[in-house]
């Protein structure tokens, strides 16, 4: 857990840490698409993980 | 987060047990998920129970790989625990109610939860950290830093500590008003937060992130020296994680706390060289353009100020396009290029009139506000 989460919330500029886009390791994530994720997720009977994220 | 954490090979074992969400928020498409699913930071971790599609478990910030993987286990706790009188079914209650928004009911949850684990709960540390940031959600200030020095400062060094002392110590520096209670819950807090700074195998954007509040708390204290030798360990700490750190991803991830610290310092030109690198290594990416910006504008160097934005805006997407407009403005504003001036608060302006109304909130929102006020003076 961050410990600027109060500034983040208060949307306080320009100090959280920028994620990478591109570097997501070898778990098969679907991007930006939640319609497919939760037809997958009923199929498999199993529950959804969601990373919300910004890219700064 | 996501160059720290995600890509670690020791997650892949997880990858069964669970269907992988990646919503970029700054990204038109997602608005509708993130109205059903609203968070106020990034980056926040939901478990979603498939079939009802509501959420059980959501976290804010980042987390370690063992750390995340607890938080699997505690989602999955959330999704089948149901009723129960043992403090891991306290504990699911409480994650569910704290996902679903309910805050206040949820820092009850935890606090009943924390009850029935007593001192030797192994999902303590966790259940404090959330009991912290619940209050801290609900606008609790005053519980909040209580609870961070009540709880917080009962735990084992380590992470979950390390981040219910910050937030709570946040809780105070941010509270309204003066309250009687504020100023000793700072003076008891501070140095708390400034020991867990200390404890090893911290990450380094979460040490960074303590470095910040304590940052803040001198500044609060009106010690600039003191703000500045904060702002000289962070810089440190950067330099340090620069250097053993093999990728740009990586480094890179850490360059807004390298403009933080430069600013700090009053020393903006410290932070263009990392920046530069990151530009060049990263070619797609909007920010290292979007802080050199702000560098270049802290220097009084505005035409370089405007051009990097330029670059950046060429490359940006979303609402965070709006905070880089607002910036271009300014240096030009400060340039005394009124057209140019009017120019980009015309285009900002359409702009934000573009985005689903999801993406224009809060800070975003004043933004919006502040540059049409400025358009409607520049048109005189």
């Known amino acids: 857990m961050r410990a600027f989460l109060l500034a983040a919330l208060l949307g306080i500029p320009a100090v959280l840490p920028a994620p990478a886009a591109a570097a997501r390791g070898g778990l098969p994530w679907v991007r930006d698409d939640y319609a497919g994720a939760l037809s997958r997720a009923r199929a498999r009977k199993v529950p959804i993980v969601v990373d919300v994220w910004a890219p700064w | 987060m996501q160059a720290h954490v995600l890509s670690d ?31 106020s930071g990034y980056p926040t971790f939901y478990v979603i129970d498939p079939v009802a599609e509501e959420p059980v ?8 790989v063992k750390q995340l993987e607890r938080l699997l286990d505690d989602g999955l706790l959330a999704l089948r625990a149901a009723g129960g009188s043992g403090p891991d079914q306290a504990l699911a209650r409480a994650d569910r109610l704290d996902a679903a928004g309910k ?3 949820a820092a009850a949850a935890y606090r009943e939860a924390l009850v029935r684990g007593g001192a030797s709960w192994s999902r303590r540390p966790r259940a404090v950290e959330s009991l912290v940031v619940a209050l801290l959600l609900a606008d609790r200030a005053e519980e909040c830093a209580a609870a961070a020095l009540s709880e917080g400062a009962g735990l084992a060094a380590g992470s979950s500590r390390a981040n219910a002392l910050a937030n709570g110590l946040s809780c105070a520096l941010e509270a309204e008003g003066d309250p009687p209670w504020r100023a000793p819950a700072i003076q008891e807090l501070e140095p708390l937060v400034r020991d867990a700074s200390r404890i090893p195998d911290l990450l380094a954007d979460d040490r960074a992130g303590l470095l910040d ?9 009106g010690d600039a020296p003191g703000a500045r030798a904060v702002a000289q360990r962070l810089w440190r700490l950067l330099e340090a994680e620069a250097r053993r750190t093999p990728s740009a991803e990586l480094r890179a991830s850490l360059d807004s706390y390298r403009v933080s610290a430069a ?3 009053s020393r903006p030109a410290l932070a263009v060289p990392a920046l530069r690198a990151s530009e060049k290594a990263l070619p797609d990416d ?8 702000i560098l270049y504008r802290e220097m009084g160097r505005d035409g370089d ?3 990097a934005a330029d670059r950046a805006l060429s490359r940006a997407y ?14 030009l504003e400060h340039q005394g290029d009124g057209a140019g001036l009017e120019a980009t608060l015309a285009e900002a302006v359409a702009y934000a009139g573009s985005l689903p109304e999801v993406q224009v909130q809060g800070g975003v929102r004043r933004i919006v506000e502040r540059m049409r006020a400025r358009l409607e003076k520049a048109r005189g």
């Open chain 2, 9 to 39: 090979e020791r997650l892949v074992r997880q990858a069964g047990r669970f269907v992988w969400l990646s919503i970029d928020a700054e990204r038109e498409r997602n608005a509708g998920f993130l109205s059903r699913f609203p968070t």
């Open chain 2, 57 to 64: 478990l959501k976290w804010y910030g980042s987390a370690g």
């Open chain 2, 103 to 105: 805050v206040e009911e």
């Open chain 2, 213 to 221: 509040v304590l940052a803040r708390a001198r500044e609060q204290a």
């Open chain 2, 263 to 265: 600013l700090a310092l």
């Open chain 2, 286 to 293: 909007y920010n290292p353009p979007y802080r050199l910006a």
């Open chain 2, 305 to 307: 100020a405007v051009a």
């Open chain 2, 318 to 331: 979303g609402p965070r396009k709006l905070r880089i407009y607002d910036l271009k403005a300014s240096a």
